[in-house]
Structures are given as structure tokens and as C-alpha cells.
């Protein structure tokens, strides 16, 4: 069984940047798709980017496109978010997820968070300004 462990959340001003990493304890197959996620206090969570395992295909929420990217190791099984130009909105719980089945499916890079199946417990973003 898989499991989603993430990392490399913390406090940073605004403006500043930090490298969020999922580790998973077993093998990313190739027809995953691999997203982050983020929730603030009192809202929804919300879509924040998504890659495609086999196809490197990404997709970014609109609020991110252009300061945040998302990437893989394929040889560690580690999905990372590099987070730049960091802003107070930015501040969240930001959690990694794999969607095992709707992908394999419908080989669709969703940015439904209802598709994903498997959610790590997610680590604390601070952006103070």
C-alpha cells in the first residue's frame, strides 16, 4: 500500500520561496497523476497543480501559474512543488495526493480533488507579509 508523506513546509515572508516534497512509500505506477492540494483556514480545498506520471503533463491553478512548478523523480518516487514569489494568500495546508483510478481511466490530469484517492497529511505554508 502506498502512502504519501509530505515535506518542507514552514514560515517564510512574502516574496520568499519554498520546495514542498511527497515522498510515497511504495511505486508510483506510470498511470498516476500526482497533484498538490492546499486548504486555509475556513475555506475549500483547492487545486494547486498536478502532473502526469507517464507523460509529464502538468496542469496549475490560475492563482500559481508562473510562480509555482511542479516536478518529479521518477527513480525516488518524490513529487515536488517549488514555490516562488510566495504570497500571505499562499498560506495553507498543503497536501499531496495520486489519483490511481480516474487517471488510468481517462488518462485526464484532473484538478478534481474528488478523482484523488490517496492524500498524504499534509504539511503547514506561512507566508507572512
Known amino acids: 500500500q502506498v502512502q504519501l508523506v509530505?515535506?518542507?513546509?514552514?514560515l517564510v515572508q512574502a516574496g520568499g520561496?519554498?520546495?514542498?516534497?511527497?515522498?510515497?512509500?511504495?511505486r508510483i505506477?506510470?498511470?498516476?497523476?500526482?497533484?498538490?492540494?492546499r486548504?486555509?483556514?475556513?475555506?475549500?480545498?483547492?487545486?494547486?497543480?498536478?502532473?502526469?506520471?507517464?507523460t509529464d503533463i502538468t496542469r496549475y491553478a490560475d492563482s500559481v501559474k508562473g510562480r509555482f512548478t511542479i516536478s518529479k523523480d521518477n527513480a525516488?518516487?518524490?513529487v515536488s512543488l517549488q514555490m516562488?514569489?510566495?504570497?500571505?494568500?499562499?498560506?495553507?495546508?498543503?497536501y499531496c495526493a495520486a489519483d490511481r483510478?480516474?487517471?488510468l481511466l481517462t488518462r485526464v490530469v484532473t484538478t478534481d480533488a474528488g478523482r484523488y484517492d490517496l492524500?498524504?497529511?499534509?504539511?503547514?505554508v506561512t507566508v507572512s507579509s
Request: proline content about 3%; overall charge positive.
Open 101 to 103: 483510478r480516474y487517471a
Open 17 to 26: 520561496s519554498l520546495r514542498l516534497s511527497c515522498a510515497a512509500s511504495g
Open 76 to 78: 525516488k518516487n518524490v
Open 119 to 124: 492524500w498524504g497529511q499534509g504539511t503547514q
Open 6 to 10: 509530505e515535506s518542507g513546509g514552514g
Open 39 to 54: 486548504q486555509a483556514p475556513g475555506k475549500e480545498r483547492e487545486f494547486v497543480a498536478a502532473i502526469s506520471w507517464n
Open 84 to 94: 516562488n514569489s510566495l504570497k500571505p494568500e499562499d498560506t495553507a495546508v498543503y
Open 29 to 37: 505506477l506510470s498511470n498516476y497523476v500526482m497533484g498538490w492540494f
